[in-house]
């Protein structure tokens, strides 16, 4: 890995929650590399920012678009000018797509679609805009869909019913039953698009230092996060996975949906469930109609 340097010339990557953490690292890492970014934020100052920062690299490519990812409303709207954008600029195709935006929230607050917050950014959105960009990246001769999961997912499980508003909301939990749905998501995304060119990973980044529960989190759920964080390697280092993930050929169809330190690492057993996966996957189709996003093909 430390001699790991793939060439992304000519590559175009969609990296959600590009202003901060890893998805920022993986941006400045993938323009470094070559590849075309397309920054997702919700905020136009942090945009702009981050904007500031990948530019900073030499040669980079770098364009933000912004969207509250909690809203499939603004989802939609997002891909649509995505789609404008790639053909006012002669870009044929998606080479990767990286699902990083992250939230975490102590207290259970429900979107504009009716949804828990948590569940809708952490994994509806996910799994709603890669339905939505799945066009262009089959046009991709290696199209790559890349999640970033948790360990925080071992030891939880899932009930398809309950998730989208659950009854009763603790938000690690919350959190980590998130993190088992990217895994869920990958497994079943290659079972139902194997066949294609377009390919699925979740990662687990490992304890990363980054300031995902400082935001609009009240100050125990803070000081926690900050003592915790402060064994966290920087994002630098999921960075690289990322990179791995969106560019090493011979994983283009590999049967390992979970990575770690770009090598494969054993999910949880609940994350392996086949059945839960596609229970999963139904359900979140539910939750996506009437938005007419998803385009099942079996
Ligand atoms: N840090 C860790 O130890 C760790 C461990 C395991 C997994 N992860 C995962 O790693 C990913 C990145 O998190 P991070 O640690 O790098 O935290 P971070 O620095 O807070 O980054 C999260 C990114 O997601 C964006 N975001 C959050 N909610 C959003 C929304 N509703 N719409 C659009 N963008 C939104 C944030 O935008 P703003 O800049 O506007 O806030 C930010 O760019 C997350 O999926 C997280 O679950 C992190």
Known sequence: MIDYSPDLMGRTAVITGATSGIGLAAAILFSLHGARIIGIGRDPQRAEDARRIIKESPDARIDFFLADLSSQNQIHHLVEEIGQFFQENNINCLDILVNNAGTYSQHKILTEDGIEKTYATNHLA???????????LEKSPSGRVITVSSDSHYGMTIDPDDIANPRWYIGILAYAKSKLANILFTSEFNRRYGHTNVHAYA?????????????????????????????????????????????????????????????????????????????????????CEGNSAVREIE
Do not use: H
Not at 129 to 136: F, N, S, V
Not at 231 to 248: Q, V, W
Not at 258 to 283: F, H, T, V
């Open 126 to 136: 996910p799994f709603l805009l890669t339905q939505k960009l799945l066009p262009w």
């Open 203 to 287: 990662l687990d980044p490992g304890l990363v230092k980054t300031n995902i529960a400082f935001k609009d989190q009240p100050a125990f759920s803070r000081l926690v996060w900050k003592i915790r964080r402060s064994a966290g390697d920087p994002p630098e280092k999921p960075a690289r996975t990322i990179l791995f993930l969106a560019s090493e050929p011979s994983i283009q169809t590999s049967p390992e949906n979970y990575w770690c330190n770009s090598k494969p690492k054993r999910c949880s057993q609940q994350a392996a469930r086949s059945d839960l996966a596609r229970m999963l996957w139904e359900s979140s189709v539910q939750l």
